[in-house]
């Protein structure tokens, strides 16, 4: 641990380094093949492990395996239970907070063990243990790798339970492995979707508009002449003909070209009144930069229970469920272009947001692959008929449902864990 910055003293603190550091109890298969869990599943596969986090984490550190990104939304100390007991006893309530930063505290270590140098991590809290978490987390990742915290509005209106203050704000804690190796985040693509390919200035050239080329101007014949938008001017040395929102000819032209011939053929297209702008081309991108606001044009938690019942075909199966687009936000924050797989985990899964993110990602570009994991806790529902018994039950049947509408996608695998022989 640094012993140059503040640091927070609990009950049970020096056992947290011992419970982490213990040897795995488990070795994880696969449950229709009867793989083992490798490095190379972690890299390429979509994976659900139905297991304790704690000891999910302890066989990925000995697998010694790294992830680009880590998003967790933890159980808040909340006054309630907790069901991830560990090695320590509970105490009564009065030492909840002990109790909660002892299950948190061993996890965040390994956590930190399976980050990759130029990776991320991302946790959600609120206001109850905002303090003491950011303390314990600049405690195990430094406080030079605490790159910020995310102020998100969790919902639109506030409530009025509270006689004080309504709290409508969650925070998201964002910690690096090895800051100076994380590439700068970025915040949200920039609107512009297209430039113009003229521009007054430059000298008059010649260039050929291809047959095929996109028109988005009305069918016909446009005459071979001189045509004005926007005080620019293009000349066509022949007749256009535009049909079904295609050029059928090519067309010799004269302007003020910026772009050459090779971007004209790949992204140009034709406006009103055969005005001439060309596509954004991927490498062009510009992005945002990412600022530590999502009180504004983000998702609440009522977009979160509207996905998980939409999904669920009307029942309420979870609480507070973290709504798809934050999550897909924080994920687009991270960037990594040496990598071809980034790959993300959970390891208190819940409704597995984080898998739902992940498919929606890939329909633009398949490059990210999820690790969810849950441990099989009881639900004490007291609805009747309720489906589920245990909370990894939802977590999987999310994902299987998400995945029905992504046929292009491989299947995730799910493990579950065999104790291991001692050696």
Not at 68 to 90: A, M, R, T, V
Not at 132 to 148: C, K, P, Y
Not at 324 to 343: C, E, T
Request: hydrophobic letters at 35%.
């Amino acid at each position: 641990m640094r012993a140059d910055v503040v640091s927070l003293n609990f009950n049970g603190k020096n056992e947290c380094f011992e419970i982490a550091f213990k040897k795995p109890l488990f070795e994880f298969y696969e449950h229709t093949t009867n793989y083992k869990l490798t490095n190379e599943i972690l890299k390429n596969e979509n994976i659900l492990i139905k297991c304790d986090n704690l000891e999910t984490l302890k066989y990925i550190k000995k697998l010694n395996f790294k992830f680009d990104i880590i998003y967790i939304d933890p159980p808040y100390n909340s006054g309630l239970k907790f069901i991830y007991n560990d090695c320590f006893k509970e105490q009564n309530l009065d030492n909840n907070n002990d109790i909660w930063l002892n299950m948190m505290m061993p996890r965040l270590l390994l956590a930190r063990e399976i980050l990759d140098e130029s990776g991320i991590m991302f946790v959600s809290i609120d206001e109850r243990e905002f303090a003491s978490l950011t303390i314990l987390m600049r405690e195990i990742f430094g406080r030079e790798n605490h790159i910020g915290t995310l102020k998100w509005r969790k919902k639109r209106k506030p409530s009025f339970l509270n006689k004080h203050i309504s709290n409508v704000i969650e925070y998201i804690l964002v910690f690096s492995s090895h800051k100076g190796k994380l590439l700068k985040l970025i915040g949200k693509e920039l609107t512009e979707k297209n430039r113009p390919v003229l521009n007054s200035s430059n000298i008059i050239s010649n260039r050929i508009l291809k047959k095929n080329t996109i028109a988005k101007c009305p069918d016909g014949t446009y005459l071979k002449g001189e045509y004005i938008n926007r005080t620019l001017k293009i000349h066509l040395d022949s007749d256009a003909t535009i049909l079904n929102g295609k050029l059928l000819n090519d067309v010799h032209v004269k302007g003020r070209f910026r772009v050459s011939q090779e971007i004209l053929d790949n992204c140009v297209f034709i406006t009103k009144n055969f005005g001439l702008r060309r596509k954004v081309l991927k490498d062009e991108i510009k992005f945002k930069q990412a600022t530590d606001d999502l009180t504004v044009d983000c998702e609440s938690n009522e977009d979160g229970e509207f996905q998980l019942k939409k999904i669920f075909h009307g029942e309420k199966v979870f609480d507070f469920p973290k709504p798809v687009g934050l999550i897909k936000h924080l994920i687009s924050m991270y960037q990594n272009p040496k990598s071809k797989i980034i790959n993300c985990l959970d390891f208190f899964a819940g409704s597995a947001t984080l898998a739902q993110a992940v498919h929606e990602l890939n329909q633009y570009e398949v490059k990210y692959k999820f690790c969810c994991v849950q441990n099989e806790e009881a639900i004490n529902n007291k609805i009747k008929n309720f489906t589920f018994k245990n909370v990894a039950e939802i977590t999987e049947k999310r994902i299987n449902l998400v995945e029905e509408n992504n046929e292009i996608f491989p299947r995730c695998k799910i493990f579950s864990p065999i104790c291991q022989n001692d050696e």
